[in-house]
C-alpha cells in the first residue's frame, strides 16, 4: 500500500524557518516525481514544489521562490521542504504527493494526510 | 498562469439527483484537466484525467467532458458518500500546476 506520511509542521512566527518531511513507503520512490502542496483555511489548493526523480530539477511557485527550498534523500525514501521567511499567509496543511505513473506527469494520484503550518506572532 | 474558475460554488442536490460541475480556464488547455474530490479530512482524490478518462476504481457514474477552454464533471446518480468538494486542475502549461477554487456539493 502507498502510504506517504509528513510531518514536521507546527506554530511559527513570521520570519521563522520549518523544516518538513514525508516518508513514502510502498512503492519505489526513486521512480517517481514528487511535489508539495498546500491547502489554505478558505481551502484553497496550491501547488507549491515539484522535485525530479534524482533531484537534480526543482520548479516552485512564484509565491515561495526564493524562501522555500525542496530536496529528496532516495537512499531513506524521504521528501523535504526547507521554508524560510515564512509569512502569515503560508498559513495552511502542507500535503506531499506523487504523480502518477503512466500519465507523463501533472497529476496527483496519491497525497499524504497533511501537516499543518501556522505562522503567527 | 493558468486560471482555473468552478462553478457554482455550491451544488444542493438530494442523493440520485444528476450533478453538473463547471470548471473553464482562463487559456486553452487542450484536454489536460483533471478533477479530484476531496472529502472532510481526507486529502484530494483523483478522480478524472484528460478531461475524460476515469482514474483507477473510479465509479462509472462519474464522467468527465469537454476541452480548450470548458469543462464539465457529471454524477450521474449521487450516492451519498460522493457528498463532497471537487477541485478541477490543469497540466497542460506548468508550472505552475492550478487547481480550480472548488464546488461543494452538499446534501439539499
Known amino acids: 500500500e502507498v502510504q506517504l506520511v509528513e510531518s514536521g509542521g507546527g506554530v511559527v512566527q513570521p520570519g521563522g524557518s520549518l523544516r518538513l518531511s514525508c516518508a513514502a513507503s510502498g512503492f519505489t520512490f526513486n521512480s517517481f516525481e514528487m511535489n508539495w502542496l498546500r491547502q489554505t483555511p478558505g481551502k484553497r489548493l496550491e501547488w507549491i514544489s515539484y522535485?525530479?526523480?534524482?533531484?537534480?530539477?526543482?520548479y516552485y511557485a512564484d509565491s515561495v521562490k526564493g524562501r522555500f527550498s525542496v530536496s529528496r534523500d532516495n537512499a531513506k525514501n524521504s521528501l523535504f521542504l526547507q521554508m524560510n521567511s515564512l509569512r502569515v499567509d503560508d498559513t495552511a496543511l502542507y500535503y506531499c504527493?506523487?504523480?502518477?505513473?503512466?500519465?507523463?506527469?501533472?497529476?496527483?494520484?496519491?497525497w499524504g494526510q497533511g501537516t499543518l503550518v501556522t505562522v503567527s506572532s | 498562469e493558468i486560471v482555473l474558475t468552478q462553478s457554482p460554488a455550491t451544488l444542493s442536490l438530494s442523493p440520485g439527483e444528476r450533478a453538473t460541475l463547471s470548471c473553464r480556464a482562463s487559456q486553452s488547455v487542450d484536454s489536460y484537466l483533471a478533477w479530484y474530490q476531496q472529502k472532510p479530512g481526507q486529502a484530494p482524490r483523483l478522480l478524472i484525467y484528460d478531461a475524460s478518462k476515469r482514474a483507477t476504481g473510479i465509479p462509472a457514474r462519474f464522467s468527465g467532458s469537454g476541452s480548450g477552454t470548458d469543462f464539465s464533471l457529471t454524477i450521474s446518480s449521487l450516492e451519498p458518500e460522493d457528498f463532497a468538494v471537487y477541485y478541477c486542475q490543469q497540466r497542460s502549461n506548468w508550472p505552475p500546476l492550478t487547481f480550480g477554487g472548488g464546488t461543494k456539493v452538499e446534501i439539499k
Open positions: 522535485i525530479s526523480f534524482s533531484g537534480t530539477t526543482v
Open positions: 504527493a506523487r504523480f502518477g505513473d503512466g500519465y507523463s506527469g501533472g497529476l496527483f494520484d496519491s
